[in-house]
């Protein structure tokens, strides 16, 4: 029967009239599964990079005399800003001179912004280093799934995402460990390991990938934009990061202030461009508007959570960077087991209430920091509960969000969709960050815990707004998904 089965799939694909053509490849592609191998390894290393730095933070604050919290955030958030500003137009790029010839020079500027973190003479250095690190990230990131589809026959696609999704999943839950056992060595290491990987992917990549435009030639994206976009928010950050420096006095006002006007310029050219870094027509759909603000605003509680807890555990506990990185790990595994899970159940029953269930129960767990967690270590009994609940509303939460942002879109929007919430969420980090560096303060030895539960409680905030977001989308009714006018028809989302 298998036989008879695999014969009449083979005469199907000969016979264009009793079935869709055979799947051909483009042009210089390798096997569907080398290609997949090395995209998925460029995903994991930059996706790895995102989490491995925040734990090494109090290493690199202690190797700069006189650095503060509020210095080292920098090195999160340069990486941060530039990813979410410049992955959108890197993509545009992509589609005109070739998504090859981008993911490679992007695997370049990583590479070589990784070296250059590692041997960074002063704390400035390593801050632009990590600048041309995030914008090598920004390219590889939408290139790899542009390179990626069209390599692989369309019956294998809906597996190939998932399994290209969950290496990203890995990269977050290897990122604590594998970055306190390199910072043990010291924090150099967890750059210089980027290295070798980007040099294998490399190699690789001139090896299987295809090169692939877009022959409608689309016109180059937006670059007066870009700066706009990168000048708004570092100066919102900066408000935010020197706050209590600059006691919150015109300083602090003029930075707010420059960055909404930034903003609203950054709006208007959006408006009038050919190709611009935002597509607001989008944003003009409800249920994307309301599923990147809650993005957004679980990505800022999510990523204060992330440092909060490097400082707290080595801070106020005393514990070493690799134990530290050890008992962060839980976390964002139980993130990566919910997550699949996740994304089918918001399938069946609207990515609202999945979502919403999941930034829920992520602010339950700052909520048990906040009522039982002190400075007497509890880390089985207290923390690791804790943690375990966070991190599974983190695993509910984060694939609702796609969905929700993409039910409503039109096919031919859905990548500029998914790849506008991603600078979303990208922009919600280096806020959360900013933040975070803005409650916590400068706190002496006996307000420590009091400052730590600010944060937390902030952290409860922004992840109920995500919530209520969430909860404000309701589901499309069958057959309204993906259609062109799916959301003129259902304007709430």
Known sequence: MATLDRRAAAAADADPSSGP????????AGHPRAVFAVLALAVFVSTLDVFI???AVPAIQADFAHSTVADVSWVLNAYAIVFAALLVPAGR???VVGRRRVFTAGLLAFGLGSALCAVAPSLGFLIAARVLQGAGAAAVTPASLGLLLPSIPPRRRAAAIGAWSALGAVGAASGPSLGGLL?????????IVNVPLTVIVLAGAYRVLPEIRDPARPPLPDGLGTVILVAAVSLAN????????????GRVIGCFAAAVVLTAGFAARSRRHRAPVLELSIVRVPAFALSSLSAALFSAAFSAMLLANVLFLTGTWHYSILRAGLALTPGPVAAAVCAPFAGRLAQRVGPGLVGGAGALLFGTGSVMWVAFIGPEPAYWSLFLPAMLIGGSGVGLALPAFTIAATSTLAPRTLATGIGAQTMFRQIGSALGVAAFVAVFGTPTASTVIGAHDDVRWFMIATAAGAALALALIRRPRPGATGTPDAADRHPAG
């Open 21 to 28: 053509p055979p799947f051909t490849p483009p042009p210089g």
């Open 183 to 191: 910072t043990q060595v010291g924090w150099h290491w967890i750059f």
């Open 53 to 55: 730095v925040n734990i």
């Open 238 to 249: 900066l408000g935010l990061v020197q706050g209590h420096s600059w006691h919150w006095d």
């Open 93 to 95: 790029l992509g589609d």
